[in-house]
């Protein structure tokens, strides 16, 4: 599958950059909140063999703040001016559930993937301006808002059930929407608690059987730091050993903090697939 309008192939493993325009993102040393510290990161990611840039404007960490449409643009278009700076041609997402920031996006630097949280689900607006635009479009598993979705972890069949019967809903609507380019993220922290989390990695399989690249953001995030008893900053590590059993899987996108380690790491897979 190409996620066009990009040239990205997901017929292989990528490296998502994440570029947090944030002062609140829950690892302290994502945070970026000026241009020259932006266009330092993303010369880095890139040279490192990132192939997607993404920026986010507004921190989902459980129990985050609400930030204004307003504000979250001003953030985002910082990071889409940064990257134009940089590297005009390379791939970049836009961490966002909002259709006004990816009206703004699209207007100002051209087509984008939208990496949406909520799946369109925060935002009626959202699938028909991805439509409209044709944008490849990433829809994450999430239940509630960054706010509330820690309250709401019961799943009647299990987590693995629950996402999978959620997203074969959720395809559709987005097809009759008119989107045709998908790719579904699990949603690792999202209205998930730590053990559920690592059900829902073992359980990718059933996902995949969906027929859809999927996306896997586990980098850093509490189902390791909290389980091991370490801080995000300690987490290095066990994000690799995550990397690594994804890609076992054959998982399309790996969103990450640390781009060097995680392509080493996806360089092994590869290799080891082929013997």
């Given at each position: 599958m190409?996620?066009?309008?990009?040239?990205?192939?997901?017929?292989?493993?990528?490296v998502?950059?994440i570029?947090?325009?944030?002062?609140?993102?829950?690892?302290?040393?994502?945070?970026i909140e000026s241009?020259?510290?932006?266009?330092?990161?993303?010369?880095?990611?890139?040279a490192?063999?990132t192939?997607?840039?993404d920026?986010?404007?507004?921190?989902?960490r459980?129990?985050a703040?609400?930030?204004?449409?307003?504000?979250?643009w001003q953030?985002?278009?910082m990071?889409?001016?940064?990257?134009?700076?940089?590297?005009?041609?390379?791939?970049?997402s836009?961490d966002?559930?909002?259709?006004?920031v990816?009206?703004r996006?699209?207007?100002?630097y051209?087509?984008?993937?939208?990496?949406d949280?909520?799946?369109?689900?925060?935002?009626?607006?959202?699938?028909?301006?991805?439509?409209?635009?044709?944008l490849?479009?990433?829809?994450m598993?999430?239940?509630g808002?960054?706010?509330?979705?820690?309250?709401?972890?019961?799943y009647?069949?299990?987590?693995?059930?629950?996402v999978?019967?959620?997203?074969?809903?959720?395809?559709?609507?987005?097809?009759k929407?008119?989107?045709?380019s998908?790719?579904?993220?699990?949603?690792?922290?999202?209205?998930?608690?730590?053990?559920?989390?690592?059900?829902?990695l073992?359980?990718?399989?059933?996902?995949?059987?969906?027929?859809y690249?999927?996306l896997?953001?586990?980098?850093?995030?509490?189902?390791i730091y909290?389980?091991?008893?370490?801080t995000?900053?300690?987490?290095?590590?066990?994000?690799?050993?995550?990397?690594?059993?994804?890609?076992?899987?054959g998982?399309?996108?790996?969103r990450?903090?640390d781009?060097a380690e995680?392509?080493?790491?996806?360089?092994?897979a590869?290799?080891?697939?082929?013997?």
């Amino acid at each position: 599958m190409i996620l066009a309008p990009s040239t990205i192939n997901l017929a292989d493993s990528h490296v998502m950059a994440i570029i947090n325009v944030t002062p609140d993102s829950f690892y302290a040393n994502s945070r970026i909140e000026s241009v020259e510290g932006l266009c330092h990161r993303i010369e880095s990611v890139i040279a490192e063999g990132t192939t997607i840039v993404d920026i986010g404007g507004y921190s989902s960490r459980p129990g985050a703040k609400e930030v204004s449409v307003e504000e979250e643009w001003q953030r985002v278009s910082m990071g889409l001016e940064a990257v134009r700076r940089v590297n005009a041609g390379v791939v970049v997402s836009v961490d966002t559930f909002r259709a006004e920031v990816v009206r703004r996006a699209v207007a100002e630097y051209g087509d984008i993937i939208v990496n949406d949280i909520s799946a369109g689900e925060l935002d009626d607006e959202m699938l028909e301006v991805v439509a409209k635009n044709k944008l490849p479009y990433i829809a994450m598993h999430m239940r509630g808002t960054p706010k509330t979705m820690q309250s709401m972890t019961d799943y009647e069949d299990g987590v693995v059930v629950g996402v999978v019967d959620y997203f074969r809903r959720r395809i559709d609507e987005l097809h009759k929407a008119g989107i045709s380019s998908i790719v579904l993220d699990p949603g690792f922290g999202f209205a998930k608690d730590a053990v559920q989390n690592f059900e829902l990695l073992k359980g990718l399989g059933k996902l995949r059987e969906l027929g859809y690249p999927i996306l896997v953001g586990v980098s850093r995030k509490s189902m390791i730091y909290r389980t091991l008893d370490i801080t995000p900053e300690e987490s290095l590590p066990g994000s690799l050993v995550l990397a690594w059993e994804a890609l076992q899987g054959g998982e399309a996108i790996l969103r990450v903090h640390d781009v060097a380690e995680t392509v080493q790491v996806m360089r092994l897979a590869e290799k080891y697939k082929k013997i």
